[in-house]
């Protein structure tokens, strides 16, 4: 295989009153959460689809099927926990990862350090290799709605060295 992998990622869930928000493995504060089997972190549900699709080992949905009551309510950096011992197991390891979350409210930028800070340890990486960006929809379509939350994330691969 290649020395580099890059890999994509993509999940939205919708929002409803009451639920908590816990978004890049940090809870925010709400009115709204996601409904979800799991505990609906998208930013880590994108990047755990991102890791797996570099090295086309499948989605999440084949290695956490929703159906299995072990996974309800999980703590999604379980999640991200096991997807990163298929990655090193493959003899991988991240360079760096990019997010883009898309989120009508609330403002998220104040949350961005935690998350970065919660997220990189997961992945191997340091702080300045995790990036977290936040947008809104401007109104438009479901997530401007504020009916749902989604992230894009892209991660890069590279193969550890032999010694
Ligand atoms: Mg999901």
Do not use: W
């Amino acid at each position: 295989m290649a020395d580099f992998r890059i890999g994509n990622g993509y999940d939205i869930h919708r929002l409803a009153e009451g639920l908590t928000l816990t978004l890049g493995g940090v809870r925010i504060e709400h009115t709204k959460g996601c409904v979800a089997h799991s505990d609906g972190d998208v930013v880590i549900h994108a990047l755990c689809d991102a890791l797996l699709g570099a090295l086309a080992l499948g989605d999440i949905g084949h290695f956490f099927p929703d159906t299995d009551e072990a996974y309800r309510g999980i703590d999604s950096k379980i999640l991200l926990k096991r997807v990163m011992e298929h990655v090193r197991k493959a003899g991988y390891t991240p360079c760096n990862a990019d997010v883009t979350l898309l989120l009508q409210k609330p403002k998220i930028a104040p949350y961005i350090p935690r998350m970065r800070a919660a997220l990189a340890p997961l992945m191997d990486l340091g702080e300045d290799c995790v990036s977290v960006k936040a947008t809104t929809m401007e109104h438009l379509g479901p997530i401007g709605a504020e009916e749902g939350v989604a992230a894009y994330a892209t991660i890069l691969l590279q193969k550890k060295s032999e010694y």
